[in-house]
Nanobody, 121 residues
């Protein structure tokens, strides 16, 4: 079992930035890859970004060039730097650990409780 705890969400104005963090604990040796999902109001959960154990990353088209995922394997922590935020980025953001399938597909197995990100116009 892997436990994931997110932090860093909040309220920000359009054009602003936020950095989300996610700390993993438990059976962290089982973690192959980590990622971030989000679920906006009335929307399905979608994969935002994911990163493999060797640093390969993929992003949803809607966040490419604005969001950056990074990982500190020694600290079992993954980050999501979000820049140029828009109201469309408003969602609950969920950290996930799972499996990376080359060349760039991520399948989450465990999820955190989520952190709210609200972008005001």
């Amino acid at each position: 079992q892997v436990q994931l705890v997110e932090s860093g969400g909040g309220l920000v104005q359009a054009g602003g930035s936020l950095r989300l963090s996610c700390a993993a604990s438990g059976s962290t040796f089982d973690i192959n890859a980590m990622g971030w999902y989000r679920q906006g109001p009335g929307k399905q959960r979608e994969l935002v970004a994911a990163i493999s154990s060797v640093g390969s990353a993929n992003y949803a088209d809607s966040v490419k060039g604005r969001f950056t995922i990074s990982r500190d394997i020694a600290k079992n922590t993954v980050y999501l730097q979000m820049n140029s935020l828009t109201p469309e980025d408003t969602a609950v953001y969920y950290c996930s650990s799972g499996t990376w399938y080359p060349p760039g597909r991520f399948q989450g197995d465990y999820w955190g409780q989520g952190t709210q990100v609200t972008v005001s116009s």
